[in-house]
């Protein structure tokens, strides 16, 4: 340990990268190298890896259940409390709750929340009974968004479920193999009106180390429908939030 | 002296005539305005846009498109349509393009297949010559024996083979030419035809999403051809189907149909891709394939200029193309009289119309490469240029079939009908005969009821019915002609085998090739069933038919293969590998840096200084739970009840009969949490194995398993320096050897990334510390150790390093060192194994192996040619010369300067000292002995505990 006073000046600080190649321009988010390029395409795809991603297993239908809002199968957005809060504080967190499993969702939010996140949710954990696990997945998946009116016609390519808006509407969460990768489908349509981006988007979540297969695949399969990299926009997108602020849960 | 009068018949356009392009006609879809020329053969050749290649060839007077498979015999336009066994041509790489449906483009570069040196002059036209040498089947009697001459057969045989080449070059790659889609309609229509038509749009217009699929460039089948109130008719119907909800692929062929409605379907015509294959889950199919007009069987009857009356009409009426300039007509039913209206209309001579219904016939047609003349019943002989034979209708009832459908034979209609099925529906023509408003009634109501739902009888909707109309039966004349256009087989060649014994229809398939070649049965199919029936003196009902098997038509392999997905795994330090010269070794869907260049010298780096090496594809699994140590105590054969805190230890997994499934660590981060590690090739079997004892055997342990291999980038600092290279960017850890000792585990920041998990654990034999990183900070703490360890000469090592260095120390591999039989007493871990355990996953078979002396053992070879590494595989043999054991695992040694090795031997020839026979690859043998310990350095384990 003689050097370890020293050490800290001696290295960089750490940027995280993802495992999908960035587009230049390349600039710095929360810590993350991401692209910086706009797209003004009618169909998009984005790498939104560096968006902090926690996992809950609780039991199906306890109370952590019931506090997340949402089951296998569905996506909502929501608002976590200040740890400590009553529910009704200004420093909500905003976040995407995605019912990926039976006992099993995906808290998705902004980069570099993950610690935030868990402690907002350990304090309603704590309280609840039953086996209650909370995960970092930040670094273990990859998160890549595709939105346009063809996103659907470019996953039809990779993906044999049928994901049009009659089996797979807004809010639909699911898992199921794209371009022959395991992987988690969240559909979230952006409402018409008040959104210039309107129109169906689907976040597709794989183990990291797949990323970069994953994002060729979907740009290849995209190329027909004239296909854009855009940058690193956040969750939801660079339009911000949606009009209406999410419900609070708890 | 015979009279010849078709020798009066001009072989060129005739004198005064404006060519064999027609004035515009009222249902062409060549648009006038757009000229341009391709090549064919080398030679230019114009065309209108809209024309098909062969139209276009047509039009400039072009008769003779290919040659046959076996005699080599001149083809021309039989259907002139996507089912023209006649004009098979190559179009630039691309082989075996069907002339008569491919729409001809500016440019193209078209030739004919498989003549040499020219389509006109075709040496191997002399297999003709020697016809009775060669009879259907003479392949199965003449190139058998003598055995070893079957290699020279088969060079011959290749070069007979039919079809056009794909080019011969390692750059030649098609692979972003071809992909697929997946789509889910409710209905799917095969057949643009009318029926087809009405019905997409009635099941549309029930709420049904629809695809419907047409094989043509058009929609509209029969109606194309037709009369200007068919004509007006079609225009409606297009423009409905335009206005509607349904999903049009034209250009577009339904191949087959699989258990629960799967339907292929491969798509040409789109920009940039070739073909895509689309893989369609469907509610119901409904199938309105139409009719395909039935060739005639008789003695030329594959001349070119024999044609079949909707050829005539499709290329009167959509391509404007006067088939020829002097006509004889055999009809049987109508379109047959509406063909030879066509060409009077056209101002083609129709010298004769040989009635069928009255007993009318032709009996030869005369000429060679272009038709001269046909003699008829009555014994007369008539000159002409094309001879036109409408003579029935084959309905192509495959779809159907492929669902479980049994077609009946109506001898009165001389055609098979469709029987019944739930989920696959027919209407159209393949049902029954109509007019145009019948037809549109009976699709209308199918596809109503297809609409809601396979559950649905569609009959009993089906007000509007439809039935074959009588028809003669005409399959074969008084002399035998061509049956098979595709394969070259004639009617001669049938009875022939059915004189040989081969009674059974799907028999004489078989031998004959009959229905085997691309028109897959759809011209060919009845009428041999018909002249099999005749030889055998049975009725066609009797005589049944051959199975229709998907593909419905010839499909690409490129259609088939798709765009390559392969995933592939890689590590966020995977770009410094191959930045920095590192060759792939491919390890599953992991791409993982073998060596850089020098894995003896990275090797050696490790046990003199430090080396790093990229173990991310480790596998991970976070346990967490008050219930962990019990699950562990069942998965692994060791014991786990006291692990403390901040603790690993090496566990080995067996399988219920007490093979060993895998090996790895485990530590304990928290009271209850533990970080699992299996081998990288058993991360997901071991996911799958514990979530499958903890669902399946004890949901009520409070343990979740979450996978994380990926969020974290694994290291191995691994040498007698690692520690200095770790402190220099660790802060909060203390790596002395007294407070952090071998399998301990510690958390903490490592070059300014905080929330990594360091192990005091290797598989080198040196000091080493594995650190897992948050992945997305991977690179940047590669990077850092490369840079602070300089001064320390940090080598990068890979995987073939890493090998050689475990195998020095001994330790072994899950499935290279141990296989599918390797228990764990087998593999030198039954030291490791606690019988006295209460339960564990193969616990019992364990006991009883703990009894007994195991098969076989792991033990370390020394050779006694140090030089000589042998094969990996290679068997080691006894006294006697009986194998028992082989070589697992072998190296050669940079430290030792020798070959070491481990191997599976018989166990009571596994004694230290004992010596053995290794049988080499070359045949040769050479001496080993076991040693006295499976690691050969540093055996008592004094390094990595430094």
């Known amino acids: ?250 | 002296m015979t009279r010849r009068p078709w020798r009066a018949v001009r072989s060129t356009t005739p004198r005064g005539d404006p060519g064999w392009r027609l004035p515009p006609q009222p249902g062409e879809v060549i648009d006038r305005s757009r000229s341009f020329t391709f090549s064919w053969n080398g030679r230019p050749c114009s065309a209108y846009e809209g024309d098909t290649i062969a139209s276009a060839l047509a039009a400039s007077g072009v008769r003779v498109f290919s040659r046959s498979f076996k005699y080599h015999r001149p083809r021309g336009l039989l259907t002139a349509s996507f089912h023209d066994p006649g004009c098979m041509v190559q179009v630039g790489d691309e082989p075996n393009v069907r002339g008569a449906h491919r729409r001809a483009e500016p440019g193209m570069r078209v030739s004919a297949q498989d003549a040499w040196p020219s389509l006109a002059l075709d040496v191997k036209a002399a297999n003709a010559l020697v016809r009775r040498a060669i009879p259907a089947g003479f392949y199965y009697k003449t190139v058998i024996r003598p055995q070893r001459l079957w290699p020279a057969y088969e060079r011959v045989l290749e070069r007979f083979a039919h079809g056009g080449v794909v080019p011969d070059s390692p750059e030649y790659d098609v692979s972003d030419r071809f992909d697929q889609r997946h789509a889910h309609p409710d209905v799917l229509v095969a057949g643009g035809g009318p029926a087809g038509i009405a019905a997409a749009l009635s099941a549309s217009r029930a709420g049904a999403r629809v695809m419907l699929v047409e094989e043509e460039a058009d929609l509209g089948g029969h109606l194309r051809w037709g009369g200007a109130e068919q004509l007006a008719r079609l225009v409606e119907l297009r423009r409905q189907v335009a206005d509607s909800d349904v999903e049009v692929l034209l250009d577009a062929c339904v191949l087959g149909r699989y258990d629960d409605n799967l339907v292929s379907v491969v798509h040409r015509g789109l920009p940039g891709i070739d073909e895509r294959l689309v893989k369609a889950r469907v509610g119901t199919l409904v199938v309105a394939a139409g009719l395909i007009e039935r060739p005639y069987v008789f003695a030329g009857n594959d001349v070119p200029g024999v044609m079949l009356s909707t050829a005539v009409r499709r290329l009167v009426n959509v391509y404007a193309v006067r088939p020829g300039a002097r006509a004889v007509v055999l009809t049987a039913n109508d379109e047959g009289d509406a063909a030879a209206d066509d060409l009077r209309r056209v101002g083609v001579e129709v010298v004769h119309v040989e009635d069928a219904r009255s007993g009318g016939d032709i009996v030869r047609v005369h000429g060679r490469s272009r038709v001269r003349g046909v003699d008829l019943a009555d014994r007369r002989t008539v000159a002409c240029d094309l001879v036109v034979t409408a003579t029935g209708w084959t309905a192509p009832v495959s779809l159907l079939t492929m669902a479980g459908d049994r077609p009946g034979y109506d001898d009165a209609a001389a055609r098979f009908v469709p029987g019944r099925t739930s989920d696959v529906v027919p209407t159209g023509g393949l049902v029954g005969d109509g007019t145009l408003d019948e037809l549109l009634a009976h699709g209308a109501a199918v596809g109503e009821a297809a609409a809601a739902g396979p559950d649905h009888d569609e009959r009993e909707a089906t007000g509007a019915a439809l039935r074959p109309r009588p028809h003669p039966a005409l399959f074969r004349g008084r002399t035998h002609g061509i049956v098979d256009f595709s394969e070259d087989v004639s009617s001669h060649d049938l009875v022939a085998a059915v004189d040989e014994g081969y009674r059974d229809v799907e028999l004489v398939k078989r031998y004959t090739t009959a229905t085997m070649g691309p028109a897959q049965g759809k011209l060919e199919l009845v009428n041999t069933v018909a002249i099999v029936a005749e030889a055998t003196g049975r009725s066609i009902a009797q005589t049944g038919t051959t199975t229709w098997r998907p593909p419905y038509a010839p499909v690409t392999l490129g259609a088939l293969a798709g765009r390559p997905r392969e995933p592939r795994r890689l590590s966020p330090m995977h770009g410094w590998h191959v930045a920095h010269g590192a060759t792939p070794l491919v390890a599953g869907a992991w791409i993982r840096p073998d060596h850089y260049g020098d894995p003896g010298g990275e090797a050696s780096a490790v046990r003199s200084s430090v080396g790093i090496i990229d173990v991310t594809p480790i596998g991970k699994l976070d346990l967490h739970g008050p219930d962990v140590a019990r699950l562990l105590n069942l998965v692994y054969v060791n014991r786990w009840s006291k692990l403390p805190v901040g603790r690993v230890r090496y566990g080995v997994m067996c399988a219920e009969d007490g093979v060993v499934l895998d090996d790895g660590v485990t530590g304990r981060l928290g009271e209850d949490h533990y970080l699992m590690t299996t081998t990288s090739s058993g991360a997901a079997t071991v996911w799958e194995w514990i979530e499958g004892w903890l669902q399946t055997e004890h949901p009520d342990w409070r343990v979740h398993v979450t996978p994380v291999t990926t969020a974290y980038a694994s290291i191995n600092l691994a040498g007698p320096r690692s520690r200095d290279l770790l402190s220099r960017l660790v802060q909060d850890i203390d790596l002395a050897a007294e407070a952090f000792p071998y399998l301990h585990v510690r958390t903490g920041t490592v070059a300014g990334v905080e929330d990594c998990v360091v192990w005091r654990i290797g598989f080198t034999g040196e000091l080493s510390f594995e650190v897992h990183v948050p992945a997305g900070y991977g690179l940047h703490v590669w990077e850092q150790l490369v840079e602070q360890g300089q001064d320390l000469g940090v080598r990068a090592f890979g995987v073939e390093a890493q090998r050689i260095l475990r195998l020095e120390k001994g330790h072994l591999i899950v499935g290279q060192d141990t296989d599918g039989l390797t228990t764990a007493e087998e593999a030198a871990l039954g030291g490791l194994v606690r019988v006295d355990k209460q339960d564990a996953v193969g616990l019992p078979e364990l006991v009883v192996a703990s009894r007994q002396s195991p098969r076989s053992r792991l033990v370390a070879l020394v050779t006694d040619d140090p030089d000589l590494v042998p094969a990996e595989g290679g068997q080691i043999v006894g006294a006697d010369g009986r194998i028992c054991g082989r070589i697992t695992s072998s190296r050669l040694s940079p430290t030792l300067e020798r070959s070491v090795c481990l191997g599976q031997l018989d166990s009571a020839l596994a004694r230290p000292g004992h010596r053995v026979t290794l049988r080499l690859v070359d045949g040769s043998t050479a001496g080993a002995k076991v040693a006295e310990r499976l690691a050969q350095i540093d055996p008592d384990g004094v390094r990595l505990r430094g």
């Open chain 1, 1 to 250: 340990m003689a050097d370890a006073a020293s050490a800290a000046s001696r290295h960089s600080l750490p940027l995280a990268r993802s495992p999908i190649a960035t587009v230049s321009p390349e600039r710095v988010c929360d810590g993350w190298v991401v692209s910086g390029c706009v797209s003004t395409a009618a169909l998009t795809i984005t790498d939104l890896t560096p968006l902090t991603k926690v996992l809950v297993r609780a039991p199906v239908d306890g109370e952590v259940a019931a506090m997340l809002g949402v089951g296998h199968g569905r996506a909502v957005p929501a608002r976590l409390p200040t740890a400590g809060s009553d529910g009704d504080d200004a420093g909500g967190l905003d976040v995407l709750v995605v019912g990926s499993g039976p006992g099993e969702w995906t808290v998705l939010t902004q980069p570099g929340r993950a610690g935030d996140v868990i402690a907002r949710l350990d304090g309603v954990c704590a309280a609840s009974p039953g086996t209650v696990t909370l995960v970092d997945l930040t670094h273990g998946r990859a998160l890549v968004r595709l939105a346009g009116d063809r996103a659907v016609d470019v996953l039809a390519k990779e993906c044999a479920v049928d994901l049009s808006p009659l089996r797979c509407p807004d809010g639909t969460a699911l898992r199921t193999v794209v371009s022959g990768v395991v992987a988690d489908v969240v559909r979230r349509d952006r409402e018409p009106g008040h959104d210039p981006l309107a129109g169906p988007e689907f976040v597709v979540h794989v183990e990291r180390s797949s990323g970069q297969y994953l994002f060729d695949c979907l740009c290849d399969a995209g190329a027909e429908f004239g296909i854009e990299v855009q940058g690193f926009d956040g969750l939801w997108g660079s339009a911000g939030m949606t009009a209406a602020p999410p419900p609070t849960v708890g």
